[in-house]
């Protein structure tokens, strides 16, 4: 099982983020720690973290583009092309401007390079819906568009996340029910073969509900520095 540690801007001092990684250090379990680091610590921390435990990335990078760009973090910046993953799409970047269109450049930039790119995809919406047959469609057609330039050689470095925008706490945590994301899975299976995390509020009491569920891994936001809930998580 993948667990994804999304920091997001919650430390903001290197020496906070040293601290979490050491006490995760110390956790014997048999998942997988995939950490994503915010790109401006990432230049400071890459090469303090020696450990093979866990996967260092980033989340957000830029799109390669011909053209000098200011203010954007890239791929080929020094010790950022090291990086394991990128996270690209999270619903905090339709907060700050990004749409389908900016995700799908960065997609189809960043597919050739070594590093592995967790894409983030939804039904771009707020409202709950009742049924996942509202969502099916969008879902359907959002992600085909994302996708419908990755070459098949690329399909190894390709990790999908679905991301509900109405399952995040701070819209409210509308939190699916086992029968919506098990109609979800069964939909997804029958149509791609990427590894599937889940993310939107995500915690230990969560982790006792969805038990059953056939998700690769999970996203973590604000229990990425939660020490007590990762232990209940990860053992």
């Known amino acids: 099982m993948i667990y994804v540690l999304n920091f997001k801007t919650f430390l903001t001092k290197e020496k906070e983020y040293l601290k979490i ?21 990432y230049f400071s921390l890459r090469r303090k973290i020696k ?32 990086a394991d993953f990128v996270l690209l799409g999270h619903s905090e970047r339709y907060r700050l401007g990004e749409n389908l269109e900016i995700l799908k450049k960065k997609i189809d930039s960043l597919q050739n390079e070594k ?8 039904e771009n919406s707020y409202k709950v819906p009742f049924e996942f047959s509202e969502i099916k ?22 990790y999908l996340v679905y991301e509900p925008w109405w399952a995040i706490s701070t819209e409210g945590g509308q939190i699916p029910s086992k029968e919506f994301l098990n109609k979800f899975l069964n939909w997804y299976f029958e149509n791609y073969k990427f ?6 509020s995500f915690n230990s009491k969560l982790k006792k509900e969805y038990e059953d569920l056939k998700f690769n891994g999970y996203v973590l936001g604000k229990v990425s520095i939660d020490l007590k809930e990762l232990k209940l998580l990860l053992l």
């Open 195 to 200: 590894p599937i995390l889940y993310g939107g």
């Open 137 to 158: 469609n969008q879902l359907n057609q959002n992600l085909n568009f994302l996708l419908s330039s990755v070459k098949k050689e690329n399909y190894s470095k390709i």
């Open 115 to 122: 590093i592995n790119l967790l894409i983030f995809f939804s």
């Open 51 to 82: 450990t093979r435990k866990f996967k260092i990335g980033l989340q957000n990078l830029g799109f390669i583009f011909e053209k000098p760009q200011t203010g954007e973090i890239i791929y080929h910046f020094e010790l950022i092309d090291r």
């Open 21 to 41: 990684i050491n006490q995760l250090k110390k956790i014997k379990t048999k998942n997988d720690l995939w950490l994503a680091l915010n790109p401006y610590f």
